[in-house]
């Protein structure tokens, strides 16, 4: 037997859930030496959207990742220690912080040439020198995507517990007639 939960309005067009509606500052962690970098991913988004926390080694920043993960987990391909590919399959190999998005920064010439894209477990990458506008969608894409597939049913992959209630509290809020069948 399988139960389906599902909310349709009755007014309006929109979709069912606004996934990246997110009401809390998120927490973005960055591995890189580089200050342009960091000054430049902290310029993307008013200060009280995104708090970012920067880390000059990935050793530092392993511990704060396994304690108090981010919503977000960038890594500069430049920085030294150990190498971005390693820290973003140890990342990716923990079950907990799997759903994390981990993306990797690096040079426009290292693009085709030495990244072995089929191994790489990153959710997505941005090319340096950082243009605010790519960076700013493509970020914002890949915490709309984490979002998504952390809040689908595993099993019949429709929408999950917490985009139902808030759609169904969005209706509410706004007095919307609307529908609802368990």
């Known amino acids: 037997v399988l139960w389906i939960s599902a909310v349709w309005p009755l007014t309006n067009g929109r979709d069912m859930v606004d996934i990246c509606d997110i009401h809390r500052q998120l927490k973005a962690y960055l591995i890189s030496g580089d200050e342009d970098l960091e000054v430049g ?8 959207d995104i708090s970012w926390k920067s880390f000059d080694t990935p050793e530092k920043a392993l511990e704060l990742l396994f304690t108090d993960p981010p919503d977000l987990f960038l890594i500069d391909q430049r920085s030294h ?5 390693e820290l973003v399959s140890l990342v990716k190999s923990e079950n907990v912080y799997r759903q994390v998005p981990v993306v990797i920064c690096l040079p426009k010439e ?27 969608a493509r970020l914002t894409l890949c ?4 979002s998504r597939s952390l809040d689908a049913n595993p099993l019949t992959r429709l929408p999950g517990n917490t985009s139902i209630i808030q759609h169904i509290q969005d209706n509410i809020d706004e007095g919307q007639e609307f529908a609802l069948v368990y």
């Open 41 to 48: 991913l902290s310029q993307i988004w008013p200060a009280g």
């Open 110 to 136: 290292e693009m085709k040439d030495r990244v072995n894209w089929g191994n790489l477990e990153a959710d997505d990458f941005l090319l340096l020198p950082l243009d605010p506008e790519e960076a700013k």
């Open 81 to 85: 220690g150990m190498k971005a590919q």
């Open 143 to 146: 915490l709309c995507r984490a």
